[in-house]
């Protein structure tokens, strides 16, 4: 364990990184501008006053920056369970600890953030997250910071060590804030409304002090785990240092923005140009419905102004280079020019688009592994003894659970973020995707549900599924359970014991009671009474055997089999046929690999 920094030592570090990062600070406030449409700011000879100062084109830089957040901000699934888990108490035990994870995710309302997130990811080339230590509420909380202003410290390993932010306060807010300080902030000569704070954060303390007012103290607070509680999701980069999507671009887009004044003033001085007329006019009238009498009304005209075309012809280069600077396909605005037949040029003209989502969520997923295992760490040292109740919402149902921190976590941080296979396919191709992957047997059904874009709880579900699948067989056997009655009343038996069965049945289900529960109260077993002979049991090899009878019975009612089956009827079907999955439906292509969406109709009959 090393020795906290002192004050003078962090005040020397702060200013040796404001300087480090002095170049990556002015690229992120030309971009801010340039999004908040003050291009004049940035470049302010190119927009002189007068009525052609602001820009009139759309903001290139701020569209694209919006729409490739918004793709970029759907949360991944997260998960602490694994398929090689054997136990069922393994498994509990990681279900109660997913139920934690995504409890702490929506306790932080990680969604609502994450726009705003993957927005400075995309602008600024980097966004900073911090887990708090939120003692209202007994959790931890995730919270991702403003990029502006940042200064992480980060070793060659990529590890975050500590981080500063510059943070810009008002002086009535500071000292409402901070009421003991406020005879040390106030200073009657100083007309500034605005204050620049400082806030440092390593393992060991959380600082923060004012640079202006001789760097007081107005906040400390150890580190309760002894870790540095930040982490920054930062654009792959060729020399390490965070660089925005558009830093390269701003130039590109004020231009198109001053060509298209300038268009705008050639056009205004074009119809204000003023009036040619020949010597014998005396008089000129002006308005609507003007009469100028003159012997050569052919000479009577506008003064022309010459637009040379280069200029229109280079505002189409200025936009091709925009789009092409900053990634941004022009399928993303409608602009298509690719056959909608195949789909070719569409996925062509998408490609870049695809592999900027692919990127910042592996840079994401990353990030949200670190920081869910911090604030599980946190939540078992700080509030281990404690019990706690949660909710959350999985899969748009909500829960709560009951849960001691030192007991259900125990040491274990372990999460698994998955974007899964599906992320940045739309449902239709996403779902054939996946049924073809897994009909050919490349992947489980419990990758699969792990790989979805959106989070619940795979082993549930899958116990789920296990119930609805058991439920619908027991309803096949009722439903052919009932078939049996026109066989047996063809042959003089009595029925009403089926009937009574299926009335029963279909009374519990009318009253709510499960599927299970009913069958059960309907086929109880009898007790047989005293001294009655016991069935004999049917050979297997005699199952399947068109007309086998079972020893010690009669003929079988007409349309019956040995096997309790209906003749022509093949195993696991409804009779007169069954339906096929939907994996069968669409885990094919056609010839142009198009997913074939059409269904088909097969009756199979056992071969005598």
Do not use: W
Not at 556 to 569: D, E, W, Y
Request: net charge negative; hydrophobic share 40%; proline share 7%.
């Amino acid at each position: 364990m090393g020795v906290p920094l002192s004050l003078d030592e962090i005040k020397d570090n702060y200013d040796r990184y404001r300087q480090m990062y002095s170049d990556r600070d002015t690229r992120m406030e030309q971009v801010l501008l340039v999004r908040k449409g003050r291009m004049r700011d940035v470049f302010p000879d190119l927009f002189p006053d007068g009525p052609f100062e602001n820009p009139i084109v759309a903001n290139m830089v701020d569209i694209s920056a919006r729409d490739l957040s918004e793709v970029i901000a759907p949360l991944p699934a997260f998960n602490c369970n694994s398929p090689s888990m054997v136990s069922e108490k393994e498994r509990k035990k990681a279900d109660k600890r997913e139920e934690i994870v995504n409890g702490i995710i929506d306790f932080s309302d990680m969604q609502t953030q994450m726009f705003s997130a993957a927005d400075r990811y995309v602008t600024y080339g980097f966004v900073p997250a911090q887990v708090e230590v939120d003692l209202d509420n007994n959790m931890p909380r995730i919270r991702f910071l403003d990029s502006y202003g940042c200064y992480p410290i980060i070793d060659r390993f990529g590890k975050v060590h500590g981080m500063y932010q510059r943070i810009k306060k008002s002086l009535a807010e500071l000292m409402s804030a901070y009421p003991e300080y406020a005879h040390l902030l106030y200073d009657k000569d100083s007309t500034a409304s605005m204050m620049e704070i400082v806030r440092y954060h390593d393992k060991d303390q959380d600082i923060i002090f004012v640079p202006s007012r001789n760097n007081i103290v107005i906040d400390r607070a150890p580190n309760p785990i002894g870790e540095c509680l930040i982490r920054v999701v930062q654009r792959p980069s060729l020399d390490g240092q965070a660089r925005g999507q558009f830093d390269d671009v701003l130039a590109i887009q004020v231009a198109k923005a001053r060509y298209a004044l300038l268009s705008l003033e050639a056009a205004t001085k074009a119809v204000q140009a003023p009036l040619v007329a020949p010597q014998d006019v005396n008089e000129l009238a002006f308005g609507p419905d003007a009469v100028i009498r003159t012997d050569r009304p052919g000479d009577v005209r506008r003064l022309p102004i010459e637009i040379p075309a280069g200029a229109f012809a280079q505002q189409q280069v200025l936009e091709g280079e925009l789009r092409l600077g900053s990634r941004y396909p022009e399928s993303r605005t409608g602009n298509i020019d690719a056959s909608i037949v195949t789909g070719r040029g569409v996925q062509a003209l998408m490609g870049g688009f695809d592999t900027q989502i692919k990127t910042a969520h592996a840079m994401f997923a990353r990030a949200f592994v670190e920081l869910l295992s911090v604030a599980l760490k946190i939540d078992e040292k700080v509030f281990g003894t404690m019990e706690k109740e949660l909710r959350g919402t999985r899969n748009g149902v909500p829960y709560a659970i009951k849960y001691k921190p030192s007991r259900d976590i125990d040491g274990d941080y372990t999460v698994d973020v998955q974007y899964g296979l599906m992320a940045g396919l739309d449902p239709n191709r996403a779902l054939v995707f996946g049924l073809q992957a897994r009909g050919d047997k490349l992947i489980s059904r419990d990758f699969l549900r792990r790989q979805m874009p959106f989070s619940f709880n795979a082993t549930q579900e899958e116990e789920k599924v296990d119930t609805e699948d058991l439920r619908d067989s027991m309803k096949q056997a009722i439903a052919s359970y009932a078939q049996a009655i026109p066989a047996l009343a063809s042959q003089g038996q009595d029925p009403s014991d089926i009937l009574y069965k299926l009335s029963t049945v279909i009374n519990e289900r009318q009253k709510g009671t499960p599927i299970e529960k009913a069958v059960s109260e309907a086929f109880q077993p009898q007790n047989p009474p005293p001294g009655a002979m016991t069935p004999e049991v049917v050979s297997p090899d005699m199952i399947g055997q068109p007309g086998a009878v079972p020893p010690g019975e009669g003929e079988l009612p007409m349309g019956m089999s040995a096997t309790g089956r209906m003749q022509g009827v093949a195993p696991g079907q409804i009779a007169p046929g069954g339906r096929p999955d939907v994996q069968s439906l669409l885990a094919s292509l056609t010839q142009r690999g198009e997913p074939n969406l059409q269904a088909s109709l097969v009756r199979r009959l056992p071969v005598a």
